[in-house]
């Protein structure tokens, strides 16, 4: 059994006193072949992600891991396309020489 140690603390001072809040424990599940766990609404809003959106996780020098809302990698085909279509005019000069 796989269990992920989600421990996330929160630190409010109050009166000179800690007052730590723990968030819960997600377990790993297993879907098919794959491991799979939750991610809380609360962390959802945070990081700035919804249902569909992709995310990566970056491995930091200290060995913990950092998930991440993964930025876009654009599409080859639309940026020869655009890079065509912007220096049309230089590229047919160039074919003409």
Known sequence: MYILGYNVLTIEWYRGWRNMKKMKKYKIRKSGNSDVTTIPPEVKEFMG??????????????GSVRMIKAQEEPDIDSLVDSIMNQYEDALKDLVDL
């Open 49 to 62: 992600v919804q249902t569909g959106d992709a995310i990566s996780y970056v491995f930091q020098s200290d």
